[in-house]
Protein backbone atom coordinates (compact mmCIF):
# COMPACT_ATOMS: atom_id res chain seq x y z
CA UNK A 1 0.00 0.00 0.00
CA UNK A 2 2.73 2.30 0.51
CA UNK A 3 4.89 4.28 -1.41
CA UNK A 4 7.99 6.22 -0.43
CA UNK A 5 9.29 7.72 -4.19
CA UNK A 6 8.96 11.92 -3.96
CA UNK A 7 5.65 12.63 -5.34
CA UNK A 8 3.93 16.42 -6.98
CA UNK A 9 1.08 18.35 -7.70
CA UNK A 10 -0.62 21.21 -8.80
CA UNK A 11 -2.49 21.92 -5.10
CA UNK A 12 -4.25 25.40 -5.94
CA UNK A 13 -7.38 25.08 -8.13
CA UNK A 14 -6.35 24.91 -11.78
CA UNK A 15 -8.00 28.13 -12.90
CA UNK A 16 -6.68 31.22 -13.57
CA UNK A 17 -5.80 33.13 -9.96
CA UNK A 18 -3.14 35.69 -8.09
CA UNK A 19 -1.26 32.31 -6.62
CA UNK A 20 -0.52 29.07 -7.74
CA UNK A 21 0.67 26.00 -5.54
CA UNK A 22 2.87 23.11 -6.61
CA UNK A 23 3.24 20.49 -3.75
CA UNK A 24 6.51 18.02 -3.70
CA UNK A 25 6.98 15.72 -0.63
CA UNK A 26 8.77 12.87 -0.28
CA UNK A 27 12.65 12.00 0.72
CA UNK A 28 14.50 13.65 -1.70
CA UNK A 29 11.71 16.16 -2.36
CA UNK A 30 14.09 18.99 -1.13
CA UNK A 31 16.90 17.93 -3.42
CA UNK A 32 14.99 17.41 -6.49
CA UNK A 33 13.35 20.65 -6.33
CA UNK A 34 16.73 22.53 -5.41
CA UNK A 35 18.29 21.07 -9.25
CA UNK A 36 15.35 23.97 -10.46
CA UNK A 37 15.49 26.61 -7.80
CA UNK A 38 17.83 29.88 -8.08
CA UNK A 39 18.17 31.58 -5.77
CA UNK A 40 20.69 33.38 -2.75
CA UNK A 41 20.70 30.01 -1.03
CA UNK A 42 20.33 26.32 -1.71
CA UNK A 43 17.34 25.01 -0.23
CA UNK A 44 18.99 21.85 0.52
CA UNK A 45 20.96 24.47 3.08
CA UNK A 46 18.25 26.45 4.26
CA UNK A 47 16.67 25.86 8.30
CA UNK A 48 13.29 23.74 7.66
CA UNK A 49 10.00 26.06 8.16
CA UNK A 50 11.19 28.75 5.82
CA UNK A 51 10.17 30.91 3.10
CA UNK A 52 12.69 31.34 -0.25
CA UNK A 53 12.78 33.92 -2.87
CA UNK A 54 14.16 32.93 -6.25
CA UNK A 55 13.10 31.61 -9.84
CA UNK A 56 12.34 28.71 -10.94
CA UNK A 57 14.87 28.02 -14.10
CA UNK A 58 14.41 24.83 -16.73
CA UNK A 59 16.56 23.79 -20.15
CA UNK A 60 18.38 27.61 -19.15
CA UNK A 61 14.78 29.11 -18.90
CA UNK A 62 13.40 31.22 -15.97
CA UNK A 63 9.82 29.90 -15.69
CA UNK A 64 8.72 32.31 -13.09
CA UNK A 65 9.11 33.95 -10.29
CA UNK A 66 8.64 32.15 -7.04
CA UNK A 67 8.13 32.04 -3.11
CA UNK A 68 9.70 28.45 -1.70
CA UNK A 69 8.21 26.83 1.44
CA UNK A 70 10.77 24.41 2.82
CA UNK A 71 9.61 21.79 5.47
CA UNK A 72 11.50 19.34 6.75
CA UNK A 73 10.14 15.79 8.28
CA UNK A 74 8.67 15.10 10.26
CA UNK A 75 6.77 18.37 11.17
CA UNK A 76 5.05 18.23 7.56
CA UNK A 77 1.50 17.42 6.40
CA UNK A 78 2.67 14.09 5.12
CA UNK A 79 5.43 13.86 7.91
CA UNK A 80 8.24 13.45 4.90
CA UNK A 81 9.94 16.19 3.51
CA UNK A 82 8.17 18.65 1.56
CA UNK A 83 8.33 21.79 -0.90
CA UNK A 84 5.65 24.27 -1.59
CA UNK A 85 6.43 26.29 -4.80
CA UNK A 86 4.49 29.47 -4.20
CA UNK A 87 4.05 30.95 -7.86
CA UNK A 88 1.82 32.92 -10.21
CA UNK A 89 -1.40 31.51 -10.58
CA UNK A 90 -2.02 31.16 -14.64
CA UNK A 91 -2.64 27.82 -15.58
CA UNK A 92 -0.26 27.66 -18.02
CA UNK A 93 2.79 29.09 -15.40
CA UNK A 94 1.42 25.94 -12.85
CA UNK A 95 1.60 23.19 -15.25
CA UNK A 96 5.26 24.37 -16.67
CA UNK A 97 6.61 24.56 -13.23
CA UNK A 98 4.77 21.03 -12.50
CA UNK A 99 6.32 19.59 -15.72
CA UNK A 100 10.05 20.85 -14.42
CA UNK A 101 9.69 19.07 -10.99
CA UNK A 102 8.73 15.94 -13.11
CA UNK A 103 11.47 16.37 -15.57
CA UNK A 104 13.63 15.87 -12.26
CA UNK A 105 12.52 12.30 -11.84
CA UNK A 106 9.24 13.17 -9.62
CA UNK A 107 6.06 11.04 -9.91
CA UNK A 108 2.83 12.75 -10.27
CA UNK A 109 0.61 12.35 -6.98
CA UNK A 110 -2.32 9.82 -6.91
CA UNK A 111 -5.66 11.86 -6.00
CA UNK A 112 -5.66 11.91 -2.40
CA UNK A 113 -2.10 10.94 -2.18
CA UNK A 114 -0.47 13.91 -0.21
CA UNK A 115 -3.54 13.17 2.80
CA UNK A 116 -2.96 9.24 2.14
CA UNK A 117 0.51 9.34 3.02
CA UNK A 118 -0.20 11.55 6.25
CA UNK A 119 -2.61 8.73 7.22
CA UNK A 120 0.17 6.04 6.53
CA UNK A 121 2.57 7.82 8.33
CA UNK A 122 0.58 7.86 11.26
CA UNK A 123 -0.06 11.99 11.48
CA UNK A 124 -3.63 10.97 11.39
CA UNK A 125 -6.23 8.96 11.27
CA UNK A 126 -8.80 7.48 8.54
CA UNK A 127 -11.57 9.41 10.04
CA UNK A 128 -9.62 12.81 10.38
CA UNK A 129 -8.33 12.03 6.71
CA UNK A 130 -11.85 11.61 5.07
CA UNK A 131 -12.52 14.59 7.51
CA UNK A 132 -10.32 17.01 4.69
CA UNK A 133 -12.46 15.99 2.20
CA UNK A 134 -15.45 17.26 4.08
CA UNK A 135 -14.04 20.48 4.53
CA UNK A 136 -13.04 20.99 1.25
CA UNK A 137 -16.76 20.25 -0.20
CA UNK A 138 -18.39 21.86 2.84
CA UNK A 139 -21.15 24.07 1.76
CA UNK A 140 -22.48 25.84 4.66
CA UNK A 141 -20.60 27.16 7.98
CA UNK A 142 -22.25 24.16 9.39
CA UNK A 143 -20.86 22.03 7.83
CA UNK A 144 -17.73 23.64 7.54
CA UNK A 145 -17.76 23.40 11.10
CA UNK A 146 -18.60 19.66 11.76
CA UNK A 147 -15.78 18.67 9.72
CA UNK A 148 -13.05 21.22 11.29
CA UNK A 149 -13.92 19.19 14.30
CA UNK A 150 -13.82 15.80 13.22
CA UNK A 151 -10.35 16.76 11.38
CA UNK A 152 -8.87 17.90 14.80
CA UNK A 153 -10.03 14.12 16.23
CA UNK A 154 -12.83 14.88 18.80
CA UNK A 155 -14.72 11.99 16.84
CA UNK A 156 -12.01 9.92 16.72
CA UNK A 157 -11.18 10.62 20.49
CA UNK A 158 -14.34 8.99 21.01
CA UNK A 159 -14.12 5.81 18.72
CA UNK A 160 -10.44 5.37 20.37
CA UNK A 161 -12.20 5.73 24.24
CA UNK A 162 -14.28 3.10 23.68
CA UNK A 163 -11.88 1.28 22.04
CA UNK A 164 -9.32 1.38 24.63
CA UNK A 165 -12.01 0.58 27.32
CA UNK A 166 -13.27 -2.87 25.10
CA UNK A 167 -10.21 -3.92 24.60
CA UNK A 168 -9.14 -3.69 28.35
CA UNK A 169 -12.24 -6.26 29.05
CA UNK A 170 -11.06 -9.01 26.18
CA UNK A 171 -7.46 -8.65 27.92
CA UNK A 172 -9.12 -9.65 31.38
CA UNK A 173 -11.25 -12.07 29.84
CA UNK A 174 -8.38 -13.44 28.35
CA UNK A 175 -5.93 -13.93 31.36
CA UNK A 176 -8.37 -15.03 33.47
CA UNK A 177 -9.09 -17.35 30.87
CA UNK A 178 -5.28 -18.55 30.79
CA UNK A 179 -5.06 -18.65 34.40
CA UNK A 180 -8.06 -19.25 36.44
CA UNK A 181 -6.09 -20.09 39.39
CA UNK A 182 -5.29 -16.58 40.46
CA UNK A 183 -7.68 -14.18 38.44
CA UNK A 184 -11.50 -15.12 39.30
CA UNK A 185 -14.16 -13.91 37.36
CA UNK A 186 -17.12 -15.09 39.31
CA UNK A 187 -19.59 -12.10 38.82
CA UNK A 188 -17.68 -10.43 36.32
CA UNK A 189 -20.55 -9.94 34.38
CA UNK A 190 -22.65 -8.06 36.40
CA UNK A 191 -19.60 -5.91 36.78
CA UNK A 192 -19.06 -5.72 32.57
CA UNK A 193 -22.56 -5.28 31.66
CA UNK A 194 -23.04 -1.65 32.75
CA UNK A 195 -19.66 -0.15 31.43
CA UNK A 196 -21.04 -2.06 28.18
CA UNK A 197 -24.11 -0.56 28.49
CA UNK A 198 -21.93 3.19 28.53
CA UNK A 199 -20.16 2.20 25.37
CA UNK A 200 -24.29 1.38 23.51
CA UNK A 201 -25.41 4.35 24.76
CA UNK A 202 -22.75 6.75 22.87
CA UNK A 203 -22.45 4.59 20.19
CA UNK A 204 -26.44 5.25 20.29
CA UNK A 205 -25.98 9.28 20.65
CA UNK A 206 -23.50 8.77 17.82
CA UNK A 207 -25.81 7.12 15.30
CA UNK A 208 -28.82 9.43 16.54
CA UNK A 209 -26.78 12.31 15.04
CA UNK A 210 -26.59 11.05 11.30
CA UNK A 211 -29.86 12.70 10.13
CA UNK A 212 -28.79 15.97 11.26
CA UNK A 213 -24.91 15.23 9.55
CA UNK A 214 -26.89 14.13 6.71
CA UNK A 215 -28.82 17.29 6.28
CA UNK A 216 -25.89 19.36 6.97
CA UNK A 217 -23.31 17.89 4.28
CA UNK A 218 -26.03 17.34 1.82
CA UNK A 219 -28.52 20.08 2.91
CA UNK A 220 -32.38 20.26 4.62
CA UNK A 221 -34.52 19.03 1.28
CA UNK A 222 -37.08 21.35 1.50
CA UNK A 223 -39.83 21.65 -0.98
CA UNK A 224 -41.96 24.21 -2.05
CA UNK A 225 -45.69 23.14 -2.59
CA UNK A 226 -48.94 25.20 -3.15
CA UNK A 227 -51.69 25.56 -5.73
CA UNK A 228 -50.68 27.27 -9.03
CA UNK A 229 -49.91 31.33 -8.70
CA UNK A 230 -50.04 31.28 -5.17
CA UNK A 231 -45.90 32.50 -5.14
CA UNK A 232 -44.04 29.34 -5.21
CA UNK A 233 -41.30 30.63 -7.25
CA UNK A 234 -41.29 33.83 -6.31
CA UNK A 235 -40.84 32.51 -3.10
CA UNK A 236 -37.73 30.74 -4.22
CA UNK A 237 -36.52 33.42 -5.81
CA UNK A 238 -36.56 35.41 -2.79
CA UNK A 239 -34.75 32.76 -0.88
CA UNK A 240 -31.92 32.65 -3.40
CA UNK A 241 -31.65 36.34 -3.68
CA UNK A 242 -31.87 36.35 -7.67
CA UNK A 243 -34.62 35.40 -10.29
CA UNK A 244 -33.83 31.43 -10.59
CA UNK A 245 -37.41 30.88 -11.31
CA UNK A 246 -39.54 32.16 -13.71
CA UNK A 247 -42.91 34.30 -12.41
CA UNK A 248 -45.90 35.41 -14.16
CA UNK A 249 -49.65 35.79 -13.27
CA UNK A 250 -50.44 32.91 -15.32
CA UNK A 251 -51.59 30.01 -13.23
CA UNK A 252 -49.41 26.59 -14.11
CA UNK A 253 -46.16 28.65 -15.10
CA UNK A 254 -44.10 25.63 -13.46
CA UNK A 255 -44.38 22.10 -14.75
CA UNK A 256 -41.43 20.39 -13.62
CA UNK A 257 -39.49 20.93 -10.12
CA UNK A 258 -36.63 23.17 -10.04
CA UNK A 259 -33.96 22.62 -7.49
CA UNK A 260 -31.71 25.42 -6.27
CA UNK A 261 -28.65 25.08 -3.48
CA UNK A 262 -29.07 27.91 -1.03
CA UNK A 263 -27.05 28.61 2.62
CA UNK A 264 -28.98 30.07 5.04
CA UNK A 265 -27.81 30.99 8.44
CA UNK A 266 -25.02 29.32 8.15
CA UNK A 267 -26.52 25.87 6.83
CA UNK A 268 -27.64 24.65 3.68
CA UNK A 269 -30.81 24.26 1.89
CA UNK A 270 -31.75 21.93 -0.91
CA UNK A 271 -34.45 23.63 -2.59
CA UNK A 272 -37.43 22.19 -4.58
CA UNK A 273 -39.74 24.13 -6.67
CA UNK A 274 -42.90 22.62 -7.75
CA UNK A 275 -45.28 22.59 -10.27
CA UNK A 276 -48.66 23.99 -8.48
CA UNK A 277 -51.12 20.97 -7.10
CA UNK A 278 -54.97 21.07 -8.60
CA UNK A 279 -56.93 19.05 -10.47
CA UNK A 280 -56.27 19.23 -14.11
CA UNK A 281 -57.30 17.09 -17.15
CA UNK A 282 -53.70 18.56 -18.79
CA UNK A 283 -51.48 15.48 -19.69
CA UNK A 284 -48.09 17.12 -18.53
CA UNK A 285 -49.65 19.11 -16.13
CA UNK A 286 -50.59 15.90 -14.40
CA UNK A 287 -46.97 14.78 -14.19
CA UNK A 288 -45.78 18.19 -12.85
CA UNK A 289 -48.54 17.32 -10.66
CA UNK A 290 -47.50 13.95 -9.59
CA UNK A 291 -43.86 14.95 -8.77
CA UNK A 292 -44.90 17.61 -6.34
CA UNK A 293 -46.58 14.86 -4.59
CA UNK A 294 -43.25 12.53 -4.80
CA UNK A 295 -41.26 15.23 -4.18
CA UNK A 296 -43.42 16.17 -0.63
CA UNK A 297 -43.07 12.33 0.12
CA UNK A 298 -38.52 12.70 0.51
CA UNK A 299 -38.50 16.23 2.05
CA UNK A 300 -37.14 17.16 5.31
CA UNK A 301 -39.38 20.26 5.50
CA UNK A 302 -42.28 21.40 3.09
CA UNK A 303 -43.29 25.12 2.52
CA UNK A 304 -47.06 24.93 1.94
CA UNK A 305 -47.49 28.77 0.10
CA UNK A 306 -51.20 29.41 0.71
CA UNK A 307 -52.37 32.62 -1.24
CA UNK A 308 -54.16 34.62 0.70
CA UNK A 309 -56.04 36.25 -1.15
CA UNK A 310 -58.12 33.89 -2.72
CA UNK A 311 -60.54 31.40 -0.80
CA UNK A 312 -59.39 27.75 0.45
CA UNK A 313 -60.98 24.98 -2.20
CA UNK A 314 -60.51 21.35 -2.64
CA UNK A 315 -57.25 22.25 -3.93
CA UNK A 316 -55.89 23.72 -0.63
CA UNK A 317 -57.90 20.73 1.14
CA UNK A 318 -56.38 18.15 -0.84
CA UNK A 319 -52.82 18.89 -0.21
CA UNK A 320 -53.29 19.18 3.74
CA UNK A 321 -54.46 16.41 3.98
CA UNK A 322 -51.27 15.18 2.32
CA UNK A 323 -48.97 17.18 4.81
CA UNK A 324 -51.27 17.17 8.07
CA UNK A 325 -48.17 14.44 9.40
CA UNK A 326 -45.19 15.84 7.97
CA UNK A 327 -42.91 18.76 8.95
CA UNK A 328 -44.30 21.85 7.44
CA UNK A 329 -44.71 25.67 7.63
CA UNK A 330 -47.26 27.02 6.34
CA UNK A 331 -46.94 30.53 4.50
CA UNK A 332 -49.84 32.60 4.19
CA UNK A 333 -48.68 34.73 1.36
CA UNK A 334 -49.90 37.56 -0.44
CA UNK A 335 -50.55 39.05 2.94
CA UNK A 336 -49.75 42.98 1.29
CA UNK A 337 -53.42 42.41 -0.37
CA UNK A 338 -56.84 41.78 1.10
CA UNK A 339 -56.50 38.71 2.63
CA UNK A 340 -59.85 36.05 2.74
CA UNK A 341 -57.89 33.40 4.09
CA UNK A 342 -56.66 33.80 7.72
CA UNK A 343 -54.75 31.25 10.09
CA UNK A 344 -57.38 29.88 12.09
CA UNK A 345 -59.04 28.89 8.79
CA UNK A 346 -55.69 26.83 8.35
CA UNK A 347 -55.83 25.52 11.74
CA UNK A 348 -59.37 23.93 11.06
CA UNK A 349 -57.06 21.44 9.23
CA UNK A 350 -53.23 21.45 10.24
CA UNK A 351 -51.53 22.06 13.05
CA UNK A 352 -48.57 23.14 12.34
CA UNK A 353 -46.81 26.92 12.28
CA UNK A 354 -48.10 29.05 10.32
CA UNK A 355 -46.82 32.16 9.31
CA UNK A 356 -47.70 35.64 7.58
CA UNK A 357 -45.71 36.45 4.51
CA UNK A 358 -45.08 38.31 1.36
CA UNK A 359 -42.58 36.64 -1.45
CA UNK A 360 -43.35 40.43 -3.38
CA UNK A 361 -42.06 42.74 -0.52
CA UNK A 362 -40.40 40.14 1.30
CA UNK A 363 -42.57 40.31 4.75
CA UNK A 364 -42.38 37.36 7.21
CA UNK A 365 -38.78 36.31 5.54
CA UNK A 366 -36.54 36.81 8.23
CA UNK A 367 -38.58 35.14 10.52
CA UNK A 368 -39.27 32.53 8.00
CA UNK A 369 -35.08 31.75 8.04
CA UNK A 370 -35.01 31.68 11.78
CA UNK A 371 -38.20 29.22 12.00
CA UNK A 372 -36.14 26.92 9.63
CA UNK A 373 -32.76 26.95 11.59
CA UNK A 374 -34.30 26.70 15.00
CA UNK A 375 -37.11 24.12 13.83
CA UNK A 376 -33.48 21.64 13.07
CA UNK A 377 -30.56 22.72 14.54
CA UNK A 378 -31.81 24.74 17.85
CA UNK A 379 -28.36 27.28 17.46
CA UNK A 380 -26.61 24.34 19.29
CA UNK A 381 -24.09 23.03 16.99
CA UNK A 382 -21.25 26.10 16.24
CA UNK A 383 -21.87 26.50 20.17
CA UNK A 384 -20.26 22.88 21.25
CA UNK A 385 -18.12 20.31 20.37
CA UNK A 386 -20.99 17.90 19.13
CA UNK A 387 -20.22 15.57 16.13
CA UNK A 388 -22.76 14.91 13.59
CA UNK A 389 -21.92 11.76 11.61
CA UNK A 390 -21.98 12.98 8.12
CA UNK A 391 -20.06 9.46 6.37
CA UNK A 392 -21.83 6.29 5.55
CA UNK A 393 -18.83 4.43 6.32
CA UNK A 394 -18.55 5.08 9.94
CA UNK A 395 -22.33 5.00 10.63
CA UNK A 396 -22.09 1.09 8.88
CA UNK A 397 -19.13 0.34 11.25
CA UNK A 398 -20.87 2.10 14.43
CA UNK A 399 -23.90 -0.52 13.59
CA UNK A 400 -22.03 -2.91 13.47
CA UNK A 401 -20.39 -2.20 16.64
CA UNK A 402 -23.38 -1.70 18.28
CA UNK A 403 -24.98 -5.21 17.18
CA UNK A 404 -21.77 -6.91 18.77
CA UNK A 405 -22.18 -5.28 21.98
CA UNK A 406 -26.04 -5.58 21.91
CA UNK A 407 -24.94 -9.48 21.77
CA UNK A 408 -22.53 -9.15 24.55
CA UNK A 409 -25.34 -7.97 27.29
CA UNK A 410 -27.51 -10.97 25.90
CA UNK A 411 -24.78 -13.18 26.34
CA UNK A 412 -24.87 -12.10 29.87
CA UNK A 413 -28.69 -11.91 30.24
CA UNK A 414 -28.14 -15.94 29.70
CA UNK A 415 -25.72 -16.53 31.89
CA UNK A 416 -23.27 -17.29 28.99
CA UNK A 417 -19.08 -18.75 29.69
CA UNK A 418 -17.01 -15.50 29.44
CA UNK A 419 -15.19 -16.91 26.41
CA UNK A 420 -18.34 -16.09 24.36
CA UNK A 421 -18.36 -12.55 25.66
CA UNK A 422 -14.73 -11.91 24.66
CA UNK A 423 -15.48 -13.15 20.58
CA UNK A 424 -18.79 -10.46 20.78
CA UNK A 425 -15.86 -7.71 22.11
CA UNK A 426 -13.49 -8.52 19.98
CA UNK A 427 -15.70 -7.79 16.60
CA UNK A 428 -17.16 -4.74 18.44
CA UNK A 429 -13.42 -3.96 18.37
CA UNK A 430 -12.52 -4.45 15.38
CA UNK A 431 -15.59 -2.95 13.59
CA UNK A 432 -14.81 0.24 15.59
CA UNK A 433 -11.28 0.26 14.39
CA UNK A 434 -12.58 0.13 11.18
CA UNK A 435 -13.58 3.71 11.30
CA UNK A 436 -10.00 5.30 12.17
CA UNK A 437 -8.09 2.72 10.20
CA UNK A 438 -6.57 0.28 12.29
CA UNK A 439 -8.31 -2.76 10.80
CA UNK A 440 -9.28 -1.75 7.03
CA UNK A 441 -8.01 -3.33 3.93
CA UNK A 442 -5.99 -2.07 1.41
CA UNK A 443 -8.79 -1.75 -1.14
CA UNK A 444 -10.68 0.44 0.83
CA UNK A 445 -7.98 2.95 1.66
CA UNK A 446 -7.64 3.14 -2.28
CA UNK A 447 -11.10 3.37 -2.80
CA UNK A 448 -11.62 6.50 -0.32
CA UNK A 449 -8.54 8.35 -1.22
CA UNK A 450 -9.63 7.56 -5.10
CA UNK A 451 -12.33 10.52 -3.89
CA UNK A 452 -10.27 13.30 -3.14
CA UNK A 453 -8.98 15.49 -5.88
CA UNK A 454 -5.24 15.67 -6.97
CA UNK A 455 -2.62 17.48 -4.66
CA UNK A 456 -4.72 17.33 -1.54
Known amino acids: MYKTDTICAIASAMTNAGI??????????IEKVDRIYKGKHKLTEVESHTVQYGHIVYDDKVIDEVMVLVLKSPRTYTTEDTVE?????????????????????????????FTKRAFLNGRIDLSQAESVMDVISSNSNLALHN??????????????DMRSKIIYEIAYIESALDDPEHIDITGYGEELLPKIQEIIDQISHLLA??????????????????????????????????????VTDIAGTTRDTLEE?????????????????????????????????????????????????????????????????????????KTDLDPVVDADEIHKYLSQDIL???????????????????????????????VFLTNARHIAALSDANESLKHVVESISMDMPEDFLSIDLMDAYESLGIIIGESVEEDLVNEIFAKFCTGK
Open 20 to 29: GIIRVSGSDA
Open 85 to 113: IDCHGGTLVMQEILKAVIAQGVRPAEPGE
Open 147 to 160: SINQLQGIFSDQIK
Open 209 to 246: TADNGSMLKEGIKTTIIGKPNAGKSSLLNLLARKDRAI
Open 261 to 333: QISLNGISLRIIDTAGIRHTEDVVEKIGVKKAYDTMENADLILYVVDASRPLDENDIAIMEKIKDLKVIVLLN
Open 356 to 386: PFSAKNGQGLDYLEKMITDMFFTGQIMDSNE
